[in-house]
């Protein structure tokens, strides 16, 4: 039996090994409940609950039948096709009229995006059907390191969600273009690779390292490997000779491909292809694309990544990326096991994935395949959820904390104004510039300059864009020039600042981005509007400053108040109060802006 | 680091743990490999080997498209589809014509049958295209218990072919009604389990006992969950309850349907189907017809389990199996990855099972996918055979062992007789019956005693049997008769006799079967046939009482020869050689006969 080996940690009872966490939850006692599942199964023992009389998807076969579904504990007993054994048991659930299926897998999520903590992300994706989420607390890690692995993990002990675990490879992505408030190496990665439910290594982000073999990125490679866990991928448009590199270092998942070309040619690679739906990306219309050149597709599987509250509750979980799939003429029965199967056997949890003797009854009811809205869903054969809501709340394992994480240094208008020694009149300078798609590029604009300071009003596309150390570093915050966010007036400022969680500044005027700044500060984390000294929306991230102490409807409220007054300045997306947060990201093509100035993504280098 | 705890093994340096059993073949200096690897991958390091100008089988989506693929050590680097890299090495290999696809996985086989060593088995299958087995080591086994494991591990060790194991979990497999030359308990399979290149708990053959759930079997099974590691099932006609039964106690699955219904029903259960097509059972025609009822298989693989030596040579080993299910309709990209990426999946070998950068390059060139005659075999990188032949000779890792294993007691032709104190005239008698579909019934005949003792000649259709105890045991043999042998005269004994490899022996006369056994025990094991007191076969098994040491073309010309004369004297079957050796397996449907006497196979008791 491996175990934590720091006794300070009291990861828990609840939790095994890894062989455990691979088949499933099994407890103490094992022995004997295994027993009887197996009377139950055979007849020789009642069953606890019958789900009767409605139709099953067969994610093995792909067909659809009648079939009642008797449960024993927390597993399924026996599946009576056609109603031969005449099922009895102490509950009965009547599913006429609904079709039963294997509760949905989110195989790479970072719950931190939703603002929320574990047990109340929980709350908000039972409903929908997802009842098995893989995560990356790779956001929280760079905050507070290994205490936040910690803290995801106690505080997701025992919900109904299964919540498996892939180590942050990426804290911080880049070490030399950027700094976080913490820092794994190959050796802390593997400690925690022995945690339990923990299934992999977090998606490798620093592509361009895995490729080259920058000797950090591929120590934390090796120590997946050497521990026999999967290596998850982030390769956005990566092609060719380098992601046959990329995958001859063993790293082969990825959730960022964009077209259908790429796609496909990752499919063919061997690499598996987690189909995105989120807030941000939408994967799904162009895998459904994708599939249309592939005669018998396998290594395909569903995840989220990043999805904000008010998405969250507007358009639904995993379900969304399925409901996309089969809108777009993928059959339901290739879209629901890519969701469910696929993913199961992506990570080796054997128990889950399937509605058959012997699984994990995570059951999600539904009153149409295409539809796909959860009607009853069942965790571990206990319902939890019925038409969107838990029939009975949750128990949070433990209280959030880290409420405590934001520690710059004084701030002054003088933080943000920008500076040239001995520049006078017009100035032809480097700035950096959003592109259509989303990536970023180097761009150039004629400023004007007097004794040495960049005179405002900013021309009207031109934003000054910051990032704030915010772990107690010591330097200066950095400063740049942006072109495209859209911001037409005042400042929005993050402590959400992907990935090494800064706090990131965009505003018209030095003042402004002061105020935003100093309102995030004061919060403890999240994000604030300021537009002409005044603070105009506020979203209070306390814990790590990422992630409200608050359920997600409080906190999607929060949101869509700030994205409609940012909206009205200007700034655009699917989510404007995010709309800065992924320039500080240095594993995104091409040009972004860390604590410690513009990088060029691709060479990991500071531009000059 | 998982070691092999005993120090008086030395399996040795070139397996690994557990973890690294699941990730290929990894060794000592790995990451520096590895970095060579992606250098090559990326263009930046000479390859070793091109494949160059044929086509390729993409397992992960089932296209066919031309490709070239790109070697450095012993795995893939890259594959070049459309030509577009144009890829140089050090070594080129000319697949203009030919259609490359992945070493072949046997998901379960026992090298014993085919009656050679490791090596030899090794020699005989790469030439088919087999690159990968996993062996259940029963049958030695059950003759010398963990030493005959850890021979058959240190045996395949640093061969081309590679072996992974399963536990025997039925050593032996209902010991209340029959004794072997060695028993393993639950502890005992558990500290196996932690061996290198361990997958699994071999098939639990006891599959009544699961169901049951009898201590010992339930026991054993525990002890392969708690280590994560699959179940491997072996329940031939089991449906309804008593399937789920099995499966709900984590049984997974099954290599012993016979029809197309019993298949559909334990794919929809969840159950891998390892679609078995060997000397004995062809599930092949069986498996296809299944398929035409289910819109997109999933867990299916193909295994051999039992292959003769003159058949194996005769008809192929898993590219039999897969021409079956091609020829019968199955779209040849599924009916390969069943026999290759299915394969790997379902044992967690992520590095195996598809011709994809960083995979594992066990590859197989065929002319045709119908066909699937392997031109050429590359295992690790190599080239190991050419057109049916090995292209360089294997080198025997260790010596093969258990050269005196036959020990039983003096025998008379008195040992053979059969006697019923006082019984005089006609007497009506219970005889084991062969049933047209191999299995066996009680049945009843009348036959004629003097003194007590029956009278010969027997009639026309029946044969004396017996178990002979060869493990030391203190006991006599078992006697009974049998209908439906068809031997006219004459006798047949063998030391394969499945599974706890007694001495089996049939006859007309207790005098022939004397002489048989007593061969059988001179030559230290394997099979003898005489008649009227004359040898007029043999097969000579001296390791273990079960396979030769030498190559299979040599057994194969001695198992034909002894089989054209047992076909002679009446004997049928496909390999009248092991004619009579499932008639001692005591989890075969529905009566057989062990070394304590007459069993009912269902419930488990002797017959009186």
């Not at 061997?270 to 994967?283: P, Q, S």
């Not at 019925?386 to 933080?415: C, E, F, W, Y």
């Not at 005044?534 to 906190?555: C, D, H, K, N």
Request: with cysteine; glycine share 10%.
């Amino acid at each position: 039996m491996r175990r934590v080996s720091r006794s300070s940690i009291a990861l828990g009872s609840a939790v095994g090994d890894k062989a455990r966490a691979r088949w499933g939850t099994e407890q103490k006692g094992d022995a004997m409940s295994r027993k009887a599942l197996v009377e139950a199964a055979r007849g020789d023992r009642q069953l606890d609950l019958i789900i009767r009389g409605g139709d099953l998807l067969n994610v093995y076969t792909g067909e659809v039948y009648a079939a009642d579904i008797g449960i024993f504990g927390d597993r399924i007993a026996v599946v009576d096709q056609g109603q031969r054994y005449g099922l009895t048991g102490a509950v009965e659930l009547d599913a006429r009229g609904m079709i039963a299926i294997p509760g949905m897998i989110d195989t790479h999520v970072h719950i931190e995006s939703t603002m929320v903590t574990p047990p109340n992300f929980a709350r908000a994706v039972l409903p929908f059907g997802t009842t098995t989420v893989v995560i990356d607390p790779h956001e929280i890690a760079n905050v507070s390191g290994q205490a936040g692995v910690e803290y995801m993990l106690r505080s997701s002990e025992g919900l109904p969600l299964r919540v498996y675990v892939t180590i942050p490879s990426s804290v911080p992505a880049v070490p030399e273009i950027e700094t976080a408030g913490a820092t794994f190496g190959p050796e802390a990665i593997a400690a925690m690779l022995a945690w339990p439910r923990v299934v992999g290594v977090a998606e490798l982000m620093d592509y361009v390292g895995i490729v080259r073999q920058s000797p950090r990125t591929a120590a934390i490679a090796e120590a997946g490997l050497a521990h026999g866990q999967t290596l998850e991928g982030h390769a956005p448009l990566l092609g060719g000779r380098e992601l046959a590199a990329y995958l001859a270092a063993g790293v082969d998942s990825d959730h960022e491909a964009r077209d259908w070309p790429e796609i496909v040619e990752k499919l063919r690679a061997g690499m598996w292809i987690y189909c995105r739906e989120n807030t941000f990306r939408r994967m799904a219309s162009g895998l459904a694309r994708a599939l249309q050149a592939i005669p018998h597709p396998w290594n395909v599987a569903v995840c989220t990544d990043d999805i904000d509250p008010a998405d969250l509750l507007d358009h639904g979980h995993i379900d969304r990326g399925v409901r996309v799939l089969i809108e777009q003429g993928v059959d339901p029965a290739l879209a629901i096991r890519f969701a469910t199967l696929n993913g199961a056997m992506r990570y080796g949890l054997h128990d889950l994935g399937a509605i058959a003797p012997g699984k994990l009854a995570d059951i999600v009811l539904v009153d149409s395949l295409h539809d796909l809205r959860a009607r009853v869903v069942l965790a571990g054969g206990q319902i939890v959820a019925r038409d969107g809501a838990l029939t009975n709340d949750l128990v949070d394992p433990v209280p959030p904390p880290l409420q405590n994480s934001v520690h710059i240094r004084p701030l002054t208008d003088d933080s943000f104004r920008m500076r040239r020694p001995g520049a006078s009149g017009p100035q032809t300078l480097k700035i950096l510039a959003i592109n259509a798609n989303r990536t970023t590029q180097l761009d150039e604009a004629q400023l004007s300059f007097a004794n040495g300071e960049l005179q405002l009003p900013l021309p009207e596309d031109l934003v000054l864009i910051s990032v704030v150390p915010r772990h107690g570093q010591p330097h200066e915050p950095s400063l740049a020039l942006l072109r495209g966010l859209g911001l037409r007036e005042g400042a929005i400022a993050t402590t959400v600042a992907h990935d090494s969680h800064n706090l990131i500044v965009a505003g018209r005027t030095p003042e402004d981005m002061r105020t935003a700044a100093q309102a995030v500060a004061d919060m403890g984390g999240g994000a604030a509007l300021v537009a002409d000294g005044a603070l105009l929306a506020r979203v209070r991230l306390p814990v790590a400053g990422l992630m409200s102490a608050e359920p997600v409807p409080v906190v999607a409220a929060e949101v869509r108040a700030f994205n409609q007054r940012a909206r009205e300045l200007g700034l655009g997306g699917t989510s404007p109060v995010l709309a800065i947060s992924s320039l500080a990201l240095p594993v995104a093509p091409f040009f972004r802006i860390t604590d410690l100035g513009v990088v060029n993504t691709l060479t990991q280098e500071l531009v000059g």
